[in-house]
């Protein structure tokens, strides 16, 4: 069996942080390296990118669709692609691989269009190709942990969801219409390259997929207000949501919120008990049954349980941070690769990352939140 | 001018902690003092309160019709009355002690249909009576000195609101109907002596005074989903809500949330700074101002502003805690009651205790969350 | 029985914040009420106060010795006294009302020398008189349930202990010398009312007391640095302590540790478990077994064991703050002190209030370390 | 001028979480490559690393020794060492690697003797070597920063310092004797592997760097209390320090205080200001100015000060850990190494890795404590 895999990545040239993290996520574990790139548009960076990380010149391509072709052609092509680039490429890109045989790896949102997003999975499952939406705060130790106490029925059953992401960042753009743009020149403001929705598609996503994961429950339909301070897209973004087992909470997501810097908080209540993570003390997990007194988890002790445990890196109390949550991501994602090659059947847990139905239940959430708000806050089925 | 006042007690017996509230609380500063009393239906609970307290027993009373009557026909009758009873007695409560000439601080919320709340205030104003809705937190020195720096222009114009107020006492009733009226056999889950609501008048009802004490913003309308798990009266609600500026933000109240004690936490964000203050840890504010860093602002300190710095009780670091935010609603009520009593004009520092405005808003309040949760959320004007 | 009883205070005039402290407490649950007083050696201030507590005229006194006597003779004479005045005060104080037949509640610390704290017992002892030294903090509810969990055996025996009690308020005065006296004009840095040491005595002691309490172990030796700063009385210690069971640990005092207001923190290490309290937080309690999460219990749940429970006065979540610690203790002095009037004997909860014996400890806590500090921290027995 | 570097590994075989530490954080910038190891002792499990490392068979060596004089040897060998070993193989790798010309960053504490460390010292000045002592935690983009701050002077000149570093993982060897060597087979509680300490020597020394590194003040004396709790080496330590300023302060360092996991947390008080900074929180800095709110720094904002902001790698609220404080020691230390491989002059910034002086500090330290402790925390100068 194959032991070490290569990936290319489209997108995240050297200046972009999250370039830093895919490259140092996938590696993590000693198992993936970077063969392939097409870094950036412009030659130059491309280039530059490419010679940095030691690439051979033949593999540094101008165009994604020349690295999807010309990679899936070689004998000895690249594993997987990872797609780090704004938005409105992803699906361009992801169908490109695909269509040449290269399993993907893909930045969320997945795409723009529900029915682009159902065209990707169709095409992933014919070709018999693995496809991983980088919802990466799944990959959290202590996520997988909470995800782990509600499967085995700790809280009971789900009846209130109360989870938020807020940030400031962009608090100055309030009242300032386009001028931002030059400002920041950030894609995410941008509708041609972030699509229909800032705030929400950047961020109220992960809050979307990060309680589904955690509590196995799918959102039935929203009821959202979206703020956009004289923006192109929105800023600040609250609703109230309804589950499929008839749970409702409510979703805050902002960009304008001072004070907060990344503070994605899901806090998931049941019938017989809770539970509480936050993604900026991420090794910590807040779990309470009814009538007892709150309890501390740390990851990394020996009462976490067994997924949890498996993807433990570091002794309790030394901190893991967003880089571990996408080389865990990256861990089973890597796994899966290598024993797909190996023409092993997958299990349940070696698909233990986020899929592309996760994605397409994404990109519906982002158009129902939009479409809601358009009509005042009216619900809207996912 | 006079320096001490006497009050009665309408409600609030032995059994009762909040009566133990009220009397700590009027009498901290030691300017008011209980006179008059009719603490229970039952005559020998009633008798027995009014012999521990050491009332004189002509001043015990079997109805608070009665106490009405004749305290406010004595030379030396109370000067106020404090009502601490089931909600539904408010309204004729308050109304009787209008009626014989008595000032009235009343608990919240202040009743049940909107026209008896404004009846009430047309009473108290052509009577020249005054009157205070106990909305309790608004007492606490934080939440005073959140509203002083709102007020200043530290964190700009409000533009999202975030509040909650989650307790976990009543979890046990999920799925148990009108069992439970028995087991815990609280007058708050029972529609006759609570009204429409339960958890969105009890709790609810104070994240809607706290956050527009603090802001200086009414709310315009609401969209709410109320939860009712079977039981008659509501346990959990969310809301999505739109101030008179235009903000929006979520409500959030809970008697089912595991792992809250009494959680009201109210953050309100501006386009220049925020401010978050937890009823469960009231000495201290967290400030931030755009861009910088947080800070935690604690009672008692010399950079603490005036109106705050003149309700400090302790040396900063020393707990205050909810005796003490009553302590305060009174100090301002009892100075107004002598000022009043002495001929003298009242200020808006004066009146600075929650008003039958503010009671009325309450009122409204409450019946549009019920209202509109029976439409599915649609959104209802106050 | 008696059911209500009658206190004359010893100092606490009404610009103190900690007679206002007293008085509430005292009160607090309608059993005592203040009778008599001696407030001020300024003949205008005490009559003053006297006369705003309503007090009867004959019964405001020019010395605390004409109060000791006079009372002491009365028919309704103060069943007790209470001495809130500089250390200095407290020994002749103490002794007049003994010496009067009066029950004593005295401030800590007891007084200077530990001959006079050991006459102050045998006088007591003698006369069959209560005497409670006030460490106001072991009546806090938590401190209660520590105390309760520790004697349960929830930690195993004592193996490390963590404790300070952090504040900033006289950071100023550093390298200052003489002139903060007239500056701050606290009698606690002036040696003749503050004795021997300013920040040790005040605000150690309560370390070393707390500790104490809730362990059960008194304190075999310590070797302590003081810091002076150029002022005559220490403003910082640290020491190495040394329980009677062979524990070590270290205790922080500082009257310069700025970001602290009153941060009393004590953190007891057993071979099973650990219990950690924050006066600034006093409603919850850490408790961690070994190898297990850490639980946050809360006070006024039902988990909390019986003596912590008796004295619970707020639901859960509803914070109490100082003023219900000295409650507390004033709630158990009372009844004993009710008790004592009615013959009753006296149970080991009955005396659960600082003792003599604590008062006597305290005295020689404040001298070994001082004498410790003055010899560079050599061990000295207590 | 070179762009990469290669470094081989003595020690931390695949076994080893701190291997997987060390190999992340050398490679997290793309510029230093794993190219040779002595990983263990066991040939097999040597080999089977370096194969998992898809190292030149060549460059897996039995024994340091070999690597040494091989890779010394060789055109393109290795340009530093990394150990990762034992404490006692310290000395003695590290001076082989020396004797043949290669730089050295090795694990602290740096070794046993003074004398041995001072050896190293001078060995390398005399042939122009690097050497770096990991004490990893100045490695943290917040401690940076708080070493930045106090030389800017905001807390002004330090004169209290409070530190601490608990762990309970070892509170099951209280009073199991020689038992527990073969339970948990931890090198750390053997005295031939782990010298004359074990919470001193691995912890405890943490403390000491640290708070050196953020005052830039060093240790001049200290007085210890060790508890060993039946075991050979210590578990448990207490000590009052001096510094160089004539500051006071405690240490505190425990493997057996439950309810911590890896809790190093620093306070340094200044006559100005405060400074406290939490390992298992590292992004944020709690910064007090005098008389004003405790401030949170987070990594990352635009108020970062120079050095902290220049080691950056996720925008804020994203939290960087324990490998990402790695990386930066090896950012620095890689750029020094390919700089002075360059001929080029090293600047102050440049060296901001722990150096050889520093590690004679911590073996100093270590000598002192154990020394200072056998003589019933008598001082001991450093």
Sequence with gaps: MKKYLSYGMAGAGLNSFIGAVHRVGAGFDGTAFLKAGCFSRDAERNRECGEFYQLDESRVYASFEEMAVKEGAREDGIDYAVISAPNNEHYRMAKAFLENGIHVLCEKPLCFEISE??????????????????????????????????????????????????????????????????????????????????????????????????????????????????????????????????????????????????????????????????????????????????????????????????????PAGHPEGLYEAFANIYKVWNTAVLKKAAGENLTEDDLDFPSLDDGIQGVKFIHAAVESSKNDAAWVEL
Tied chains: 1, 2, 3, 4.
């Design 117 to 314: 997003a159902e065209e990707l999975k169709k095409m992933a499952e014919e070709k018999g190709l693995l496809f991983c939406v980088n919802y990466s705060y799944s990959g959290n130790n202590m996520v997988k942990e909470a995800r782990e106490l509600v499967k085995n029925g700790l809280i009971g059953s789900v009846i209130n969801v109360n989870a938020e992401y807020l940030q400031e960042y962009l608090v100055d753009d309030i009242g300032k219409g386009d001028q931002t743009m030059n400002r920041l020149s950030s894609w995410r403001k941008d509708p041609k390259a972030a699509g229909i929705s800032n705030c929400t598609g950047d961020i109220g996503s992960h809050i979307e997929h990060t309680v589904s994961y955690i509590t196995g429950l799918r959102l039935k339909r929203l009821a959202a207000k979206l703020d956009y301070f004289g923006q192109p897209l929105d800023l600040n973004a609250n609703m109230l949501v309804e589950f499929e087992n008839g749970a409702h909470g409510v979703f805050s997501s902002s960009q304008v919120c001072v004070g907060h810097m990344n503070g994605l908080v899901v806090r998931i209540f049941g019938a017989e008990g809770a539970i509480e993570w936050h993604e900026e003390e991420p090794n910590v997990l807040f779990v309470t049954k009814k009538g007892q007194p709150m309890q501390t988890y740390h990851r990394g002790m020996a009462y976490i349980s067994g997924r949890a445990a498996s993807m433990n890196r570091l």
